[in-house]
């Protein structure tokens, strides 16, 4: 890699910020007195210090401009970080970046105490070396000052990367190469006006840029089980929004199913006709249609580093034909080994519930197919299979789905994200 510190602006840069900014400022101004004023015509607020924004854009008093800055503040502390989103792709690099050694860090002219928040907040904190912005008092700092100090503390050799002339020229000022990125808010005229050393059009041509053939991260792999009736759609959709608003590329598949042919299998196996199937046969159409879809989908999303989400997988198999159907739990682990060829899911969320109570949930919801129509013994064993399985695994994240949905989707992304934590200090 040609650089080996990578400096990134934050808000049109990593994240898509303008709803928190246009809001806080339309806030501010309505709280100032002025009135007809719309979110969309403070766009032109985001990259430029605040101050500068309320005096030359509404023209107002040094005064004035700070007192706007501080309604600003005010809705922006409070709600305004939050109304925000990482650009499709980011955790990606940023993760490949850290696999080849890069040092990693946001330079801001966000005051300092909000980039950390928002870093935290949408999982950009565990790859980044360094958040560097204006610290309390000294909000006047300018880009280059910024770019110069983080330059200084990370060392190497660095290229700051951002959206707006403020961060081209405050990288050039201070000698530092800049990448200009189309994806935010400034234009290709004006980053290239102000010094602009690489244009990137999309987070992919900055990835290409910045890591030109070194070799990308891997993805992420996540699968998600529990008994039927737990909840786990419901929460699927919960955790792929939470995903994408953290920049994942997502690729959601479930089991039985995949690619077309892995769904021929899945409708084979669903269909309530086919009651003469026998248990052997069923086992080995789930692991043959298990060796598709990690052919098919999972590897090839996982090496383009996407984050893949899978809706059961091998453990589904150990509890349903393993337990369920007293295949035993070892005979069918071990006939999934060629399907799933060493492939291990980097977390499971376990969806915990027991199975009078997914049962009566379930009942009540759908008309039952084939399997759905089992006696309730057979999903007592599956449960017990998929506990001795599951519980007190390091990969296993145990979510109590008897809870209420609000509360189950709490726990579950606060669990995943603590994952994703430790996942991305392993890059
Ligand atoms: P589906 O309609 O997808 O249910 P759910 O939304 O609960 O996942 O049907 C999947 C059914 O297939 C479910 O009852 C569990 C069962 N199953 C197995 O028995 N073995 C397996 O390996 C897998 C993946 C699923």
Redesign the pocket.
Known sequence: MRYTTILFDLDGTLTRSEEGITRSALYACERMGLAGHTAQEFRRFIGPPLLDSFRTVLGMSEAEAAQAVAFYRERFSAVGWKENEVYAGIPALLRSLKKNGARIAIATGKPVEFARRIAEHFGLAPVLDAVIGPRPGDERADKSEIVARAARELGGVPVMVGDRRFDIEGARACGVPAIGVLYGYGSEEELLAAGATQIARSVGELSDLLLGDAPRARGVFLTME?????G??TQREALVDHLRARGWEVLVT????GDEIAEKI?DL??DPQNRAMCDEC?AYL??A??AQNVRALIWPALSRGEMVVC????D??V???GG??RLGAERIAALNEMAVDGETPDATIYLRMEPQQALSRRLSASAP?R??SERAEFFER?FRTYESRLMGQARTLVIDAAQPIEDVTRDMLAALDARLCELAARV
């Open positions: 529990g008994m039927d009736g737990c786990k759609t479930r089991e039985p199913g899945r196996l669903l069923e789930y692991a249609g298990r809706d059961r997988f091998v589904s198999s509890a349903y034909q369920g159907r197919d399997l759905e599956a």
